[in-house]
C-alpha cells in the first residue's frame, strides 16, 4: 500500500472538484457521469498523476469525456456538492493508496452503493473509511462462498445416498 503525499491529495482535490462540476456542466445522472469517468482516457491520467502536469479545466475535461462517450442526458438525480466532493476525492485516494486503477475500484463499489455510505463515513479517515468498505465486502464475499460450499456439500450427500 502506498502511503498519501502531496501528489496524491493534489490527485484527490482534482477528481473531487471534477466531480462537482459535473452538477452543472452534464445533463446527465450523477451517477451516469461517475461511471463514465471511471473507465474514462481523463480517469487513465488520473490514475497515472500525469493529469497534474496538464493546463485542463474541469469543463474540458468534462467535453472530453462527453467526446468519448457522447452526450447524453439519461438520468436525473443529482448528487449535492459535498457527496460527489467526498466521492471523488475517496474514489482518488483508494486508487492511490492501493495502487489501484479506477476501472478496479469502480468494479468494487458503485456510485450509487457509495452514495449510500457519505453520511455514516463522510467525517471518518479516508483510509478508515476504505478499510471498512472493504471489510464489508470481504465479509459479503466470504459468506456467499461459505454458502456455496455448503450447498455443494449437501448436493454431494445427497448424490451419493
Not at 448528487?79 to 466521492?87: A, F, S
Not at 495502487?99 to 471518518?124: A, C, D, G, N
Amino acid at each position: 500500500m502506498k502511503k498519501m503525499d502531496e501528489t496524491g491529495k493534489k490527485l484527490c482535490k482534482a477528481q473531487a472538484e471534477l466531480f462537482v462540476s459535473s452538477i452543472e456542466l452534464t445533463d446527465c445522472s450523477s451517477a451516469i457521469f461517475l461511471r463514465r469517468f471511471m473507465y474514462s482516457s481523463v480517469a487513465k491520467r488520473m490514475d497515472d498523476g500525469s493529469c497534474l502536469f496538464e493546463s485542463s479545466t474541469n469543463q474540458s475535461l468534462i467535453a472530453e469525456i462527453e467526446e468519448e462517450f457522447g452526450k447524453t442526458s439519461y438520468g436525473k438525480v443529482k448528487y449535492t456538492e459535498n457527496e460527489l466532493y467526498w466521492m471523488g476525492y475517496i474514489y482518488r485516494y483508494w486508487c492511490y493508496t492501493y495502487e489501484k486503477t479506477s476501472k478496479q475500484v469502480y468494479r468494487i463499489i458503485k456510485p450509487t452503493e457509495l452514495r449510500l455510505l457519505y453520511f455514516p463515513y463522510h467525517s471518518l479517515d479516508n483510509g478508515a473509511a476504505i478499510e471498512r468498505i472493504l471489510g464489508s465486502k470481504n465479509n459479503r464475499e466470504e459468506d456467499m462462498t461459505k454458502r456455496g460450499v455448503e450447498i455443494l456439500r449437501r448436493l454431494s450427500e445427497e448424490m451419493q445416498d
